[in-house]
């Protein structure tokens, strides 16, 4: 037989979603893969009800049906003061990671350059692998993640640079870039005139008084931004696979095409279903921000009674926590004892970093107070049952 191709051959299994199988293996409370266990909003799952019955169930127009653009659009100005038109700004695609392929293979040819700040989540690194890149790591510093201007200006005036990728409020580091931050990140891109790729898709996900800002929003970035989201995270459904890519009519056009090809469209029915939530009020971001708060609060100081340290996230919902104090050469190892030992599932987080980083793994947050309870529970032995 010839040999399968070459440009996938690097790839290893998804580490999250290993970790996935470790903890379901040994029956651990799984804190690696980030979803929620507690249910969509009722609105939304009423409506997918009523459509099950009426439909559409057939393709939707390729780039999204009109009303789901109609509204991300309106939420889109109402949010960020954004006026975004829905016919020609918007693709609606299989969730945030299509739209971030979509958006890859739009910008990039073979042997361009791609910035991204390390730790990253882990899709980057193989989305620049299928569209030819190459990327560049800008670290993020811990224990703040701050990341320092000259650095990036050196990275992104390399030769061949094509586009920075900035998720924000990030995975895994759970910063949230501040307004400076954004500028100086805004002035480098028009400076060396290149594209920003952005991962919002945990926008309504923010701790105060932090505020999630969208660069496309700051002067002269509209035409250069594009938007990668998707409403897994926001309406909690992440296994509905809807998402979007926003950006500049010109750009759109070429996504468009390359989406198309790629998957021909989202899922009708639920694009149909969804749009209930895109119309919610403020309200509902209201109590999705106060409902992950909750949870923030209950899980790390659950953590800081155990005596663990760990970054406080400023948005999305993971924490690093140091398992210097263990011991271990490799952070899986560590993940794997972890879920045998003590029954609770989490990500090593080299799988984040481009730095040789050993000494966090990473939990998620998006549980019930019962889960969350029953991990802490889990933990609180941790020195005992972890000791070498
Ligand atoms: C930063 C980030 N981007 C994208 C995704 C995937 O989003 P979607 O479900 O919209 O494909 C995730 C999922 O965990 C994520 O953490």
Same mark, same amino acid.
């Given at each position: 037989?010839?040999?399968?191709? %070459?440009?996938?051959?690097?790839?290893?299994?998804? /580490?999250?979603?290993?970790?996935?199988?470790?903890?379901?293996?040994?029956?651990?409370? @799984?804190?690696?893969?980030? +979803?929620?266990?507690?249910?969509?909003?009722?609105?939304?799952?009423?409506?997918?009800?009523? !459509?099950?019955?009426?439909?559409?169930?057939?393709?939707?127009?390729?780039?999204?049906?009109?009303?789901?653009?109609?509204?991300?659009?309106?939420?889109?100005?109402?949010?960020?003061?954004?006026?975004?038109?829905?016919?020609?700004?918007?693709? /609606?695609?299989?969730?945030?990671?299509?739209?971030?392929?979509?958006?890859?293979?739009?910008?990039?040819?073979?042997?361009?350059?791609?910035?991204?700040?390390?730790?990253?989540?882990?899709?980057?690194?193989?989305?620049?692998?299928?569209?030819?890149?190459?990327?560049?790591?800008?670290?993020?510093?811990?224990?703040?993640?701050?990341?320092?201007?000259?650095? #990036?200006?050196?990275?992104?005036?390399?030769?061949?640079?094509?586009? #920075?990728?900035?998720?924000?409020?990030? @995975?895994?580091?759970?910063?949230?870039?501040?307004?400076?931050?954004?500028?100086?990140?805004?002035?480098?891109?028009?400076?060396?005139?290149?594209?920003?790729?952005?991962? %919002? !898709?945990? %926008?309504?996900? !923010?701790?105060?008084? @932090?505020?999630?800002?969208?660069?496309?929003?700051?002067?002269?970035?509209?035409?250069?931004?594009?938007?990668?989201? $998707?409403? $897994?995270?926001?309406?909690?459904?992440?296994?509905?696979?809807?998402?979007?890519?926003?950006?500049?009519?010109?750009?759109?056009?070429?996504?468009?095409?390359?989406?198309? +090809? #790629?998957?021909?469209?989202?899922?009708?029915?639920?694009?149909?279903?969804?749009?209930?939530?895109?119309?919610?009020?403020?309200?509902?971001? %209201?109590?999705?921000?106060?409902?992950?708060?909750?949870?923030?609060?209950?899980?790390?100081?659950?953590?800081?009674?155990?005596?663990?340290? +760990?970054?406080?996230?400023?948005?999305? &919902? &993971?924490?690093?926590?140091?398992?210097?104090?263990?011991?271990?050469?490799?952070?899986?190892? +560590?993940?794997?004892?972890?879920?045998?030992?003590?029954?609770?599932?989490?990500?090593?987080?080299?799988?984040?970093?481009?730095?040789?980083?050993?000494?966090?793994?990473?939990?998620?947050?998006?549980?019930?107070?019962?889960?969350? @309870?029953?991990?802490?529970?889990?933990?609180?032995?941790?020195?005992?049952?972890?000791?070498?």
């Amino acid at each position: 037989m010839k040999k399968l191709s %070459e440009r996938t051959a690097g790839f290893t299994d998804s /580490v999250i979603r290993r970790m996935t199988r470790v903890s379901n293996q040994y029956g651990a409370v @799984n804190l690696s893969q980030g +979803f929620p266990d507690f249910d969509p909003p009722k609105e939304i799952t009423d409506r997918l009800s009523e !459509v099950a019955g009426i439909g559409p169930h057939q393709y939707a127009l390729t780039w999204g049906a009109q009303n789901f653009r109609e509204a991300l659009a309106k939420k889109q100005e109402h949010f960020y003061g954004m006026k975004v038109n829905p016919d020609e700004e918007i693709v /609606v695609t299989c969730g945030s990671t299509e739209a971030m392929m979509a958006a890859m293979m739009s910008v990039c040819n073979p042997g361009d350059k791609v910035v991204i700040f390390s730790p990253f989540y882990e899709n980057y690194g193989a989305d620049t692998i299928l569209s030819g890149a190459e990327p560049v790591y800008v670290p993020l510093k811990p224990p703040a993640f701050d990341f320092d201007g000259d650095e #990036l200006e050196s990275a992104i005036k390399q030769d061949g640079v094509k586009a #920075l990728i900035l998720c924000n409020p990030s @995975n895994p580091c759970g910063k949230v870039f501040t307004y400076d931050e954004l500028k100086v990140i805004a002035e480098l891109a028009i400076k060396y005139d290149i594209y920003v790729i952005t991962d %919002e !898709v945990y %926008e309504h996900i !923010v701790y105060k008084p @932090n505020v999630h800002t969208c660069i496309a929003a700051l002067p002269g970035m509209r035409e250069r931004t594009i938007i990668c989201n $998707s409403l $897994s995270k926001t309406y909690s459904i992440t296994g509905w696979r809807l998402g979007f890519v926003m950006a500049s009519p010109e750009i759109t056009d070429r996504v468009k095409k390359v989406h198309d +090809f #790629l998957t021909v469209g989202a899922a009708a029915p639920l694009m149909e279903a969804a749009v209930t939530g895109l119309q919610f009020g403020d309200s509902y971001y %209201e109590e999705l921000q106060a409902h992950y708060t909750h949870m923030n609060h209950l899980f790390t100081k659950g953590l800081e009674n155990i005596g663990l340290s +760990f970054t406080r996230p400023q948005g999305a &919902y &993971y924490v690093l926590v140091d398992i210097s104090e263990f011991g271990y050469e490799s952070d899986l190892a +560590f993940c794997e004892d972890l879920a045998r030992k003590v029954g609770v599932g989490a990500v090593p987080g080299s799988s984040f970093f481009k730095e040789p980083e050993n000494r966090y793994i990473r939990f998620h947050f998006a549980k019930q107070d019962a889960t969350l @309870n029953e991990a802490l529970d889990r933990l609180s032995d941790i020195r005992v049952k972890m000791k070498k």
